[in-house]
């Protein structure tokens, strides 16, 4: 007789909490609506998970970038990304739970093994890519807000004290998420402690708002202005930069405009892509499957993603991105341009803003001089041209350069003072690193483990969890402010999630996986609207993300990858045929 996987010999388990937890359901769905949605609220609880990972670092930089560089103009930009998330999540547990079957080999059954691979494939991926942000802002908030305070600036300089701290979080990182594999209870501490962090950043930045608005700072018509989606900031400048670009030159205007609407769009692939990640869509039908839920559960899964995922997503980065607008959004960085024209600067610029300010100059110069020309400048000549050019085009790089975390933690400032502001912004970002990092390496290990079709708990899921190791190469090398590292690795990473996406649609949709569990009439009608919006949202960004990166090389590739899924189908369907001839 065949051995059976783990998920198999846990379903043929009778689990007490289970069934009791099934009754509740069942007895409360004959009372009605209202029963059953109070049985929903005290069962809720993996939606509330899905939002501790989704929370991570990435959505907060995105989030900390959208208010800076657009004010309140993309605070709808978040929640319709959940949204349409939430969606297709729902899509996937509810073929999950129908057929409790493991989702990878019902894929490579009944649809095509080129998008089964390339589902564990992607998410193996997006685990290893989108590690890099959660080390670089847990090495960056030590770096720059704890460890300043507490034992002085440059104590051990770059870089080797770079390489200690990212040793020292890696070291954290794999210890926890080693206790994930054995079970341990050490475990449940240390997210409790993550959870406050995480929590308690998340109401500071609450404060920050209501404390601003009390100032009369916030202006809540502009806010929920910001909710209504306006697509026509897709191609042009947030409307809080024209009056500043309409002092710039005619002949230098195109370039700011461009490189204004170049950030957005990055922010906003970004911001899309962390709302639910194509690794969130491979640990969210696992993770069920391991809690020995089914088909009566499925009710449950939608209620609990629809509100224990989408409401703290919502509040948390709704927070952040006006906090974040109202203290950067059309305010230059202090030091380096006066408040007017012809005035003086009364304070130093931040060290670490120095550079990156220069380096904006300098492509402002080369736009205007040639590439080769501003190539060919000695660094004396450099300075003295950037230095005068006009006090409008000064102001805009002044505007636009990338803060970094310890300018950042500045946004807490109204609500804390600037020395708590340091130590709790820092505490925060470095947890949610470490969150998002542990959890990261727990779904690379089940990914290697389906993968090589082993069993979890040996050393294939260990393996698996060191592979996201390479992450910690970005914190060391990566130059610029950590945050921003989060804008490009997510546009990677939103490139592969409509593979997900399209998947689980023709699951939706195969009768002869779901069977009698098929929505049918309207039901069906209403899932399809659904996730065609999600799934058409989710491909044009991808296909936006691969065309602005590598044009026709980016078609080729799409091209080339809907080939192979019809010379796969083919060969597999004329072999089907031979057999039963």
């Not at 990304?81 to 297709?88: D, E, F, P, S, T």
């Amino acid at each position: 007789m065949a051995k059976k996987d783990g998920t198999e010999q846990e379903a043929m388990q009778v689990n007490p909490r289970i069934e009791n937890d099934r009754e509740l359901i069942n007895t409360a769905r004959r009372k009605g609506r209202g029963a059953l949605a109070l049985a929903f609220l005290r069962l809720s609880g993996p939606g509330w998970l899905q939002s501790g990972i989704t929370i991570g670092g990435v959505s907060f930089s995105s989030s900390l970038y959208l208010g800076i560089l657009s004010g309140f103009t993309f605070l709808w930009l978040q929640p319709l990304g959940m949204m349409l998330g939430i969606v297709m999540l729902s899509a996937i547990g509810y073929v999950t739970l129908s057929t409790r079957q493991r989702p990878l080999d019902a894929i490579n059954e009944h649809v095509s093994p080129v998008l089964g691979w390339s589902w564990l494939l992607a998410s193996m991926a997006a685990n290893l890519v989108w590690s890099m942000p959660q080390f670089t802002l847990g090495t960056r908030a030590i770096q720059q807000n704890l460890l300043p305070g507490l034992v002085g600036p440059d104590v051990i300089p770059d870089p080797w004290g770079r390489i200690l701290v990212v040793g020292f979080l890696l070291g954290v990182c794999i210890a926890v998420t080693m206790f994930y594999v054995a079970g341990a209870r050490g475990v449940k501490i240390f997210e409790v402690i993550i959870k406050v962090l995480v929590s308690l950043i998340v109401v500071c930045f609450f404060g920050v708002v209501v404390r601003l608005s009390f100032k009369g700072v916030v202006d809540w018509g502009q806010a929920l202005r910001g909710l209504v989606p306006d697509p026509r900031f897709l191609f042009r400048p947030a409307e809080g930069f024209t009056p500043y670009l309409q002092a710039v030159a005619d002949d230098c205007r195109q370039f700011w405009t461009r490189l204004i609407v170049g950030q957005q769009r990055d922010v906003m692939v970004s911001a899309m892509a962390a709302t639910v990640g194509v690794n969130m869509t491979f640990l969210l039908p696992y993770s069920m499957l391991r809690k020995g839920w089914d088909k009566d559960f499925r009710g449950l899964a939608i209620f609990d993603l629809s509100t224990g995922l989408f409401i703290p997503f919502v509040l948390a980065t709704g927070f952040v991105v006006m906090a974040s607008a109202s203290r950067f959004y059309t305010v230059p960085a202090p030091g380096f341009v006066p408040d007017e024209q012809g005035g003086a600067v009364s304070v130093e610029p931040a060290k670490n803003l120095v550079g990156p300010y220069k380096a904006l100059l300098k492509e402002r110069l080369a736009f205007e001089i040639g590439q080769e020309a501003a190539a060919g400048l000695s660094a004396e000549e450099l300075e003295q041209k950037t230095g005068a050019l006009p006090y409008a085009d000064r102001r805009m790089a002044a505007m636009l350069v990338k803060r970094d975390n310890f300018n950042l933690a500045k946004t807490l400032e109204p609500l804390t003072g600037p020395v708590v502001a340091q130590y709790l912004f820092g505490l925060g970002v470095m947890g949610l690193g470490i969150s998002a990092a542990t959890v990261l390496m727990t779904i690379n290990g089940l990914c290697l483990c389906e993968l090589l079709k082993k069993p979890l708990g040996g050393w294939t899921q260990r393996i698996g969890i060191l592979m996201v190791s390479v992450g910690a190469l970005g914190a060391i090398l990566w130059k610029q402010p950590a945050p921003w590292l989060a804008i490009p690795t997510s546009a990677f990473c939103t490139i592969l999630l409509p593979i997900a996406y399209v998947t689980f649609f023709i699951l939706m949709n195969q009768k002869r996986i779901l069977g009698e569990s098929m929505p049918r009439g309207g039901r069906r009608i209403f899932w399809n609207v659904l996730m065609t919006l999600g799934t058409a949202v989710a491909t044009f960004i991808s296909f936006w993300s691969l065309w602005s990166r590598l044009r026709w090389w980016g078609i080729a590739v799409i091209v080339a990858f809907i080939g192979l899924i019809l010379v796969v189908h083919f060969v597999r369907k004329g072999k089907r045929a031979a057999a039963t001839a």
